[in-house]
């Protein structure tokens, strides 16, 4: 499949000197869309206060279930592909939450929630499948 798409982070700095940007094929553009709406807040963006993901929304909820915070991610990133990401269709979307130890700096160790989210589904242009994975820690957010 022909590379037309662009890749990220968008480099404006070429296009405005009128070189070309570095482009990608169309299962990298989705995956980088993706990832954006994944790390974008509600409201971030000026244009849309839709495009998002409510994750920043329960980034320190230490008291909701562990069920009830997967069924929350679910459901906004659901949404929000499917009114931001037309280019997939067929979406199954499934998180997976644990307790993670990670080593700090000073020889010390924090207890984060590893969120790892996965999402299937169908390329509309081309009939394939597509397949993305992602993971980050909340409290605070960092991938």
Known sequence: MANNYFTLPFDSKKIITNKDHTKCDIKHSIAHHIHLITTSYFGECTFDDSFGCSIWDIDFDNLSSTNKIKSIIIDSLTNSLKKHESRIHKLDINALIKQEEIAVLDNS???????????????RKTNEDFHYTEYFY??????
């Open 109 to 123: 160790n924090v207890v984060k929630k590893k969120v790892t989210i996965s999402i299937k589904g169908k390329i």
């Open 138 to 143: 909340i409290g605070p957010l960092s991938f």
